[in-house]
Nanobody, 124 residues
Framework: QVQLVESGGGVVQAGGSLRLSCAAS????????MGWFRQPPGKEREFVAA????????AYADSVKGRFTISRDNAKNTVSLQMTSLEPEDTAVYYC?????????????????WGQGTQVTVSS
């Protein structure tokens, strides 16, 4: 089991940028594919982005493609999500998650360990 702690959330105006970070402890981060998910108010948790162990293979939700970038630093045991051109629809609690699957996954049930989440609010 790996422990995950997100940071970097906050309030930003539409068109602005934020960078979320996820710090892992307990096990080496390179044991996992990593993902970012979000849960907008009143809605279910949804996939945002994922990155493979090697940091090369990535996947994005269509709604964030071209605006968000996921990256990882296995030496520092961290995963990041750079968010640009933010829209009010991006308002949500953002979660970092770890997956033991061999391939990059998009489904919440394919992730074993989750952080506590960080709030991102985009004002119009």
């Amino acid at each position: 089991q790996v422990q995950l702690v997100e940071s970097g959330g906050g309030v930003v105006q539409a068109g602005g940028s934020l960078r979320l970070s996820c710090a892992a402890s307990g096990r080496p981060l390179n044991s996992y594919n990593m993902g970012w998910f979000r849960q907008p108010p009143g809605k279910e948790r949804e996939f945002v982005a994922a990155i493979a162990r090697n940091g090369v293979n990535t996947a994005y939700a269509d709604s964030v493609k071209g605006r968000f970038t996921i990256s990882r630093d296995n030496a520092k045991n961290t995963v990041s999500l750079q968010m640009t051109s933010l829209e009010p629809e991006d308002t949500a609690v953002y979660y970092c998650a770890a997956s033991s699957f061999i391939t990059v996954r998009r489904a919440t049930e394919d992730y074993d360990d989750w952080g506590q989440g960080t709030q991102v609010t985009v004002s119009s």
